[in-house]
């Protein structure tokens, strides 16, 4: 019986030479140098192009995205004043403009090779508009994309108004995990609170964790500690995720350096998020700046796990983006001095297995037999290729089946005079594979 689908002559990261991969019944079947004498009702040819694991956008903000200017842009670019616009914003939400532009942003993200998406969703309003319009986005989308929602209290479990109560009904109406925000409380005690609530909400719920941590400049904003103190007492090694951790860049390296061993024994995924972190922090220095994205490259160095999120896609926080996670990653290479040859295939590491890894996809995630057949094929041969040229994503496949695909963009140069002219095709001169 013929396969379904056969990739021939696909390259693998950190894999030597050309694979065939053989695709039946939504699941990779075999994965061989050469499958010549198999068959298949479909048949690519890679051309020796890096074949990868889906895209992980491990931490956006999907009720947010597509509203840039609404009522008003953000004039000083900070974090405060996005919150405080996003403030204005929210009122005028409904059921439908959420899911419009949710859907038409994930649609983006899905043409460019992501699979899966951890979206927050602010629940500090009362009626929770957007979550309730998102967890119907959640079902629509599952034949493209799979969609976690992060109960996130953008105004603060404490400071908000019933903000307990909201986030217990945000978990009851089936968020699949549960945020906090303990740096934007009015005090530190009640940042510390937060971060206990968050976990005994979680343990209520059975649920993981993704707080938003630290997202600031002050260097004695610190409650990323608490959140590696609180997993290792309450034994929720792996389940919690501390996002930004932007104060990080500006603590002391002695205290950097234990807090990153604390992170590595509790086994607490940091997220960081390239886009927004180096355009919101760092806005009250002068020269020189700091950049803003937490110490990802020491972070790796000392055994924590660490992902990308684009977190914002043209809303009060970031004017800009399309959704791009391999773009995502390439900012990050430059931004965390990761451009060492034998760095860049983790760069990539980034939004795919490390990603995987802290959204708890590792058993159905990856190209190895018998797990599901989401991939993406790239206009590159290796991951040094694909972070250099942010290639065209040439196919995309869920579960076996091609959701997407995009034609490479054609360059022409036109050389001579006006009686003869000689037109040339320009291509980029690629590093070489091997």
């Known amino acids: 019986m013929p396969y379904d689908v056969l990739i021939r ?12 991969i053989a695709i039946q019944d939504g699941v990779f079947a075999r994965i061989a140098p050469d499958l010549a004498s198999a068959t298949a009702r479909e048949e690519i040819d890679a051309g020796g192009r890096l074949l990868s694991p889906p895209f992980i956008d491990a931490h956006v903000h999907l009720d947010a995205v597509l509203t840039v200017g609404q009522p008003r842009y953000n004039a000083s670019g ?79 479990i404490l400071s908000f108004p019933n903000g307990r109560t909201l986030m217990r009904q945000a978990m009851e109406l089936g968020c699949d995990v549960v945020g906090g925000i303990p740096h934007y409380e009015w005090t530190r005690d009640m940042g510390v609170e937060d971060v206990h609530y968050v976990f005994e909400l979680a343990k209520e719920f059975n649920r993981d964790i993704d707080c938003h941590c630290d997202e600031t400049d002050d260097p004695l904003s610190r409650f990323t500690e608490v959140m590696a103190a609180d997993t290792i007492e309450r034994s929720w090694q792996g389940r919690v995720t501390a996002s930004h951790c932007t104060a990080m860049h500006s603590y002391d390296n002695a205290y950097a350096f234990k ?8 086994g607490v995924n940091v997220v960081a998020n390239p886009f927004d972190n180096v355009v919101l922090q760092g806005r009250f220095d002068t020269y020189p700046k700091r950049r803003g994205i937490t110490r990802v490259k020491e972070l790796l160095a000392g055994g924590v796990n660490v992902a990308l999120g684009h977190d914002s896609i043209m809303d009060p926080w970031f004017p800009m983006g399309r959704g791009d996670m391999l773009a995502a990653a390439q900012l990050a290479l430059f931004l965390c001095h990761m451009s060492g040859y034998d760095e860049i295939d983790a760069v990539l590491d980034l939004i795919t297995t490390n990603a995987a890894r802290a959204l708890r996809l590792e ?40 959701i997407a695909s995009t034609t490479p963009a054609r360059s022409l140069l036109q050389r001579g005079g006006d009686t003869q002219q000689d037109e040339l095709v320009i291509t980029f001169r690629p590093h070489s594979a091997e």
């Open 9 to 20: 002559h696909a390259r693998l990261q950190r894999r030597s030479g050309l694979v065939d």
């Open 78 to 156: 900070t974090l405060l004043e996005g919150i405080q616009i996003w403030s204005e914003r929210k009122p005028d939400l409904t059921h439908e403009d959420v899911k419009r532009r949710a859907l038409e942003e994930i649609q983006w993200e899905v043409a460019q090779g992501t699979l899966h998406i951890r979206s927050h969703v602010d629940v500090c309003d009362p009626n929770l508009t957007a979550l309730r319009a998102l967890l119907e986005v959640r079902e629509e989308v599952r034949d493209i994309c799979d969609l976690q929602l992060v109960a996130f209290p953008q105004d603060g």
């Open 259 to 266: 807090l990153i061993g604390l992170l590595a024994r509790a």
């Open 363 to 402: 058993d159905r995630y990856g190209i190895e037999e018998g797990k599901p057949a989401d991939f993406l094929l790239l206009d590159a041969p290796t991951a040094f290729e694909a972070l250099r040229l942010l290639p065209a994503r040439l196919y995309v496949f869920k579960g076996g089946r091609q």
